[in-house]
């Protein structure tokens, strides 16, 4: 595996599951609320409710993309089609108030999750770029401020403020991970914890019912190797982070002090 190498640049960047998630979760309850699409899905799917508010992706994202090729049956079926051939048969469907609800909340949301799939699985980081600049007007639609707000600042600083070195390991696919080498079975940072050492330490015999020490839980993680790996060259940054931290908390705590203080001061004057 190599000597890691120290972190020359930290940039935010948001976790795929999240973000897979809340681009659609919302917007399919608004569209459920008055279109009948929990008709359409439940005939073929049950569990329901975990289906259209997201909680159940795997079979969300199915239910779904079922649903939208049956509503482009008509067009598909002559053959493929190019990605402007669809464009202007939605932007088209568009042109009425119920096919801009279906279109809007609907198919381009479910395009744009399959896309970002594709992007993760290929380690294609333009396409996965892209795909974040897409689920942006979603976000605000949904009102899902905090994903609204920090995606924005990621695209921005992805287009702007990366050192030539970033470009190159994220061009190369240093943002996503792999269990084995291969094609096809890439994934995401925060599903690779979700795989390995979470997986494992939920399981008989893992971590589960032992301990919340923090301290124990972090060398129970740190074991696995490429935990190991990551956490080296991050103690540093780490560091850094919980001093400003502690910097941040001692100032609320005093900001919170005096005001009790003012009030009681106040109080007493009156």
Excluded at 25 to 54: C, H, K, P
Excluded at 63 to 89: N, Q, S
Excluded at 157 to 184: F, I, Q, R, S, Y
Aim: overall charge positive; glycine content about 6%.
């Amino acid at each position: 595996m190599g000597q890691p190498r120290e972190p020359l640049h930290v940039s935010h960047s948001p976790t795929r599951w999240h973000a897979h998630t809340h681009v659609s979760q919302r917007l399919y309850w608004n569209l459920d609320e008055a279109s009948g699409l929990d008709v359409l899905v439940g005939a073929a799917f049950r569990g329901l409710t975990s289906i259209m508010n997201g909680k159940a992706w795997v079979r969300s994202m199915r239910a779904f993309r079922i649903v939208t090729a049956v509503l482009l049956f008509d067009f598909v079926k002559d053959g493929p089609k190019t990605f402007e051939d669809i464009d202007l048969y939605l932007e088209t469907a568009r042109e009425h108030p119920t096919g801009r609800l279906w279109v809007d909340c609907l198919v381009r949301p479910t395009l744009i999750a399959h896309q970002f799939e594709r992007a993760e699985r290929e380690s294609d980081f333009l396409l996965q770029h892209h795909c974040y600049q897409q689920m942006l007007p979603y976000f605000f639609a949904a009102a899902h401020w905090q994903y609204a707000r920090y995606i924005t600042w990621h695209v921005m600083e992805m287009k702007t403020m990366l050192p030539d070195d970033a470009k190159t390991d994220l061009l190369a696919g240093a943002h996503v991970c792999l269990h084995k080498p291969g094609t096809w079975n890439a994934v995401s940072a925060d599903q690779f914890g979700e795989q390995t050492y979470i997986k494992n330490g939920k399981l008989p015999g893992g971590l589960k019912g032992l301990t919340l020490s923090a301290d124990q839980v972090a060398i129970w993680v740190e074991s696995y190797p490429v935990c190991a790996h990551v956490h080296l060259p991050w103690s540093p940054c780490m560091q850094v982070m919980k001093t400003s931290w502690r910097r941040s908390t001692r100032r609320r705590e005093r900001r919170g002090a005096c005001s009790t203080q003012m009030t009681a001061l106040v109080f007493a004057m009156s």
